[in-house]
């Protein structure tokens, strides 16, 4: 179907999407020219006494949140901590997460945002890659992020580990609608004893400055770098993607016109901010505007629905699993969602159905989006008065894209599929420590440099963008993005395994699932069944990653040249 819209503001033949782009917002724009940390500081000088974050029903004010943010950050300077030095952290969605990132930035360091289900082996990658010896954490990951620094050699282990409980942010005593579900609070109180740092130092959240510590002046300009978070692909371990101050703010000015952001708005903090939608799209960009953030540290569609209530939030971000859960409560009819305004996300196609009930219920358009860890997020949105649904959207602020022939890199014409490739001034600067990598991922393209997403699809003759398949292999576990490469990694530390080729499997609710087929070793054959390897690697792994279901054969099929030829695994699969 194609959308009624005005007549075109470019004659640009090749931008049919501006016919429905949102009235009196500029199609390109010029952020400011400052570092991300000025974005808490003129936020708390405009609004000092304005909610920043509630946490379980206790509030954290905008003079609140840069004053934590400031004595955190003197405190990483006392560690040593210098300018463009990268420093891990490692927590589930929390106030300390969003003091500790902006602290980071303040003390012109690099924040190194990893995902807190990573298990042991994971994270020693996450310290050593990016040569971090300062990391931040919560009492509940600290043991397993002590585990893998010790397990490393000392040249390569963290000199410092700051902890704190997420009890420290909120009253364990809170009642009511505020109050966090009853399962989770022996989990949110308990207080943890400090592991043991192998020739390195524990600190408390709460300890106090050195004597006479005073912060220096912030360095850090637009095009240093701000933020280091990691992505897999193909072959081998994560790759850390450079993001610059200017990356990521050019993201918050987008986000603040494209979304009606202001400073009354209340955003529902659950998607993860150790990820690039919670970081940027959420985090980031309510900070830009003064907004305030309801932070929930894992998703639970009851406590969603009281705090949507309750709060009067405006803004949820989202993947659609938690949509459909949350419409599927039996208390649903005891919420008022009439406060919100804008409800979308991206990481799966929200379903047709849920999404008309949303239109049909509260009148709200589900706008889905698209993006990477390399494009900082958002590369693709659909206008909120002109959505298509299981659609990416049309190009993002300032963004040129296109649909090429991923071996000729010809452009497809309309509706032909190819691989989408993506030229924005949210592009990361290329990954950290692999030249290799970051010149395979970038193309010249009718003079301009093109980010390559490795992602098929199609776009239409209004300009919509449409995903079709993947050239790269990937699993999408309800938003997750699981990548087999690494996880076969992995599974090859298993004593037991000999070859391993992990494919998708078709899941009813989390879209698709992470499936191995693995040949054992001839010793362990009869001694190893499925269910072991599937306990192993929830014990080694993110759970996100560990394979549901395992499958022992003799021998996987490879070509003349030996390569596993997974596609005719993935397709047996699919029969």
Same mark, same amino acid.
């Given at each position: 179907?194609?959308?009624?819209?005005?007549?075109?503001?470019?004659?640009?033949?090749?931008?049919?999407?501006?016919?429905?782009?949102?009235?009196?917002?500029?199609?390109?724009?010029?952020?400011?020219?400052?570092?991300?940390?000025?974005?808490?500081?003129?936020?708390?000088?405009?609004?000092?006494?304005?909610?920043?974050?509630?946490?379980?029903?206790?509030?954290?004010?905008?003079?609140?949140?840069?004053?934590?943010?400031?004595?955190?950050?003197?405190?990483?300077?006392?560690?040593?901590?210098?300018?463009?030095?990268?420093?891990?952290?490692?927590?589930?969605?929390?106030?300390?997460?969003?003091?500790?990132?902006?602290?980071?930035?303040?003390?012109?360091?690099?924040?190194?945002?990893?995902?807190?289900?990573?298990?042991?082996?994971?994270?020693?990658?996450?310290?050593?890659?990016?040569?971090?010896?300062?990391?931040?954490?919560?009492?509940?990951?600290?043991?397993?992020?002590?585990?893998?620094?010790?397990?490393?050699?000392?040249?390569?282990?963290?000199?410092?580990?700051?902890?704190?409980?997420?009890?420290?942010?909120?009253?364990?005593?809170?009642?009511?609608?505020?109050?966090?579900?009853?399962?989770?609070?022996?989990?949110?109180?308990?207080?943890?004893?400090?592991?043991?740092?192998?020739?390195?130092?524990?600190?408390?959240?709460?300890?106090?400055?050195?004597?006479?510590?005073?912060?220096?002046?912030?360095?850090?300009?637009?095009?240093?770098?701000?933020?280091?978070?990691?992505?897999?692909?193909?072959?081998?371990?994560?790759?850390?993607?450079?993001?610059?101050?200017?990356?990521?703010?050019?993201?918050?000015?987008?986000?603040?016109?494209?979304?009606?952001?202001?400073?009354?708005?209340?955003?529902?903090?659950?998607?993860?901010?150790?990820?690039?939608?919670?970081?940027?799209?959420?985090?980031?960009?309510?900070?830009?505007?003064?907004?305030?953030?309801?932070?929930?540290?894992?998703?639970?569609?009851?406590?969603?629905?009281?705090?949507?209530?309750?709060?009067?939030?405006?803004?949820?971000?989202?993947?659609?699993?938690?949509?459909?859960?949350?419409? !599927?409560?039996?208390? %649903? #009819?005891? $919420?008022? @969602?009439?406060?919100?305004?804008?409800? &979308?996300?991206?990481?799966? +196609?929200? *379903?047709?159905?849920? !999404?008309?009930?949303? %239109? #049909?219920? $509260?009148? @709200?358009?589900?706008?889905?989006?698209? &993006?990477?860890?390399?494009? +900082?997020? *958002?590369?693709?949105?659909?206008?909120?008065?002109?959505?298509?649904?299981?659609?990416?959207?049309?190009?993002?602020? &300032?963004?040129?894209?296109?649909?090429?022939?991923?071996?000729?890199?010809?452009?497809?014409?309309?509706?032909?599929?190819?691989?989408?490739?993506?030229?924005?001034?949210?592009?990361?600067?290329?990954?950290?420590?692999?030249?290799?990598?970051?010149?395979?991922?970038?193309?010249?393209?009718?003079?301009?440099?093109?980010?390559?997403?490795?992602?098929?699809?199609?776009?239409?003759?209004?300009?919509?963008?449409?995903?079709?398949?993947?050239?790269?292999?990937?699993?999408?576990?309800?938003?997750?993005?699981?990548?087999?490469?690494?996880?076969?990694?992995?599974?090859?530390?298993?004593?037991?395994?000999?070859?391993?080729?992990?494919?998708?499997?078709?899941?009813?609710?989390?879209?698709?699932?992470?499936?191995?087929?693995?040949?054992?070793?001839?010793?362990?054959?009869?001694?190893?069944?499925?269910?072991?390897?599937?306990?192993?690697?929830?014990?080694?792994?993110?759970?996100?990653?560990?394979?549901?279901?395992?499958?022992?054969?003799?021998?996987?099929?490879?070509?003349?040249?030996?390569?596993?030829?997974?596609?005719?695994?993935?397709?047996?699969?699919?029969?």
């Amino acid at each position: 179907m194609t959308l009624s819209a005005s007549t075109a503001t470019s004659g640009d033949a090749k931008r049919p999407h501006y016919r429905f782009w949102p009235k009196r917002v500029p199609h390109r724009i010029t952020p400011p020219a400052t570092s991300l940390w000025h974005n808490l500081a003129i936020s708390a000088l405009r609004y000092p006494n304005k909610t920043a974050l509630m946490f379980f029903g206790s509030v954290t004010t905008y003079s609140q949140l840069l004053t934590q943010a400031e004595r955190l950050a003197a405190r990483l300077q006392a560690l040593g901590v210098r300018k463009g030095e990268r420093v891990v952290l490692n927590m589930q969605n929390c106030p300390q997460l969003v003091i500790a990132h902006w602290a980071i930035l303040r003390a012109d360091a690099v924040v190194v945002p990893v995902n807190p289900m990573n298990r042991c082996e994971e994270l020693k990658h996450y310290i050593t890659d990016p040569d971090a010896k300062v990391a931040i954490t919560t009492a509940d990951l600290a043991e397993e992020l002590a585990r893998a620094s010790n397990a490393l050699e000392a040249k390569d282990r963290l000199s410092h580990l700051i902890v704190t409980h997420f009890s420290d942010a909120f009253d364990a005593r809170v009642q009511g609608d505020n109050a966090p579900p009853s399962a989770w609070m022996e989990w949110l109180t308990m207080r943890h004893p400090p592991p043991d740092l192998l020739e390195g130092e524990v600190l408390a959240w709460d300890d106090p400055l050195p004597p006479g510590q005073e912060l220096s002046a912030p360095l850090a300009g637009p095009q240093d770098l701000a933020i280091l978070p990691y992505t897999s692909g193909t072959t081998g371990l994560p790759k850390g993607c450079m993001h610059s101050h200017a990356t990521i703010m050019h993201q918050c000015a987008a986000a603040a016109l494209l979304g009606n952001g202001n400073a009354e708005n209340v955003s529902l903090a659950v998607v993860p901010m150790f990820h690039a939608t919670g970081m940027i799209s959420v985090m980031h960009s309510c900070i830009y505007v003064g907004a305030a953030m309801v932070i929930m540290p894992r998703w639970d569609r009851d406590l969603a629905g009281r705090l949507i209530s309750t709060w009067c939030v405006t803004n949820f971000a989202n993947i659609p699993t938690m949509v459909i859960d949350l419409l !599927a409560s039996p208390r %649903f #009819d005891q $919420y008022d @969602l009439s406060s919100l305004v804008q409800i &979308g996300g991206g990481g799966a +196609a929200m *379903p047709q159905a849920v !999404a008309q009930r949303l %239109f #049909d219920h $509260y009148g @709200l358009r589900y706008a889905e989006g698209y &993006g990477l860890t390399e494009t +900082a997020a *958002p590369s693709h949105f659909n206008p909120a008065d002109a959505t298509k649904q299981q659609c990416l959207g049309i190009p993002y602020m &300032g963004t040129d894209a296109r649909v090429v022939d991923p071996d000729t890199l010809q452009e497809m014409p309309v509706g032909e599929q190819g691989e989408i490739i993506i030229c924005g001034p949210q592009n990361f600067l290329g990954y950290w420590k692999r030249p290799e990598a970051t010149a395979a991922a970038f193309i010249d393209f009718e003079g301009k440099r093109f980010f390559r997403s490795g992602d098929l699809g199609r776009v239409d003759g209004d300009g919509y963008f449409f995903i079709t398949d993947r050239l790269k292999r990937m699993i999408n576990a309800s938003g997750y993005k699981v990548w087999p490469a690494e996880v076969e990694t992995l599974m090859f530390r298993h004593p037991a395994i000999q070859e391993a080729c992990v494919i998708p499997t078709q899941d009813s609710y989390r879209g698709e699932s992470v499936k191995a087929v693995v040949v054992l070793r001839p010793s362990f054959r009869d001694q190893v069944t499925e269910q072991d390897i599937i306990s192993w690697c929830h014990e080694n792994m993110a759970v996100y990653k560990a394979p549901r279901v395992v499958q022992f054969v003799d021998a996987l099929p490879k070509s003349g040249s030996g390569k596993v030829m997974w596609r005719l695994l993935q397709e047996a699969e699919n029969r």
